[in-house]
């Protein structure tokens, strides 16, 4: 498994802790880039009435 920032291999020890990051570094950036909307989830507005 890579982590998701950095792409580096991610060893045994290094899973549990911050798994699916190698490093606490590479965790608050993933966090950091969602809570400045540089990651985002988009999808269609619907408006419908109920």
């Known amino acids: 498994m890579k982590c ?27 966090l950091s880039n969602w809570l400045n909307e540089k990651n985002v989830i988009s999808s269609e507005i619907s408006h419908s009435e109920d």
């Open 4 to 30: 998701p920032n950095c792409k580096e291999e991610l060893l045994k020890k290094q899973d549990k802790q911050f798994k699916p990051f190698c490093s606490e570094r590479c965790r608050s950036l993933d």
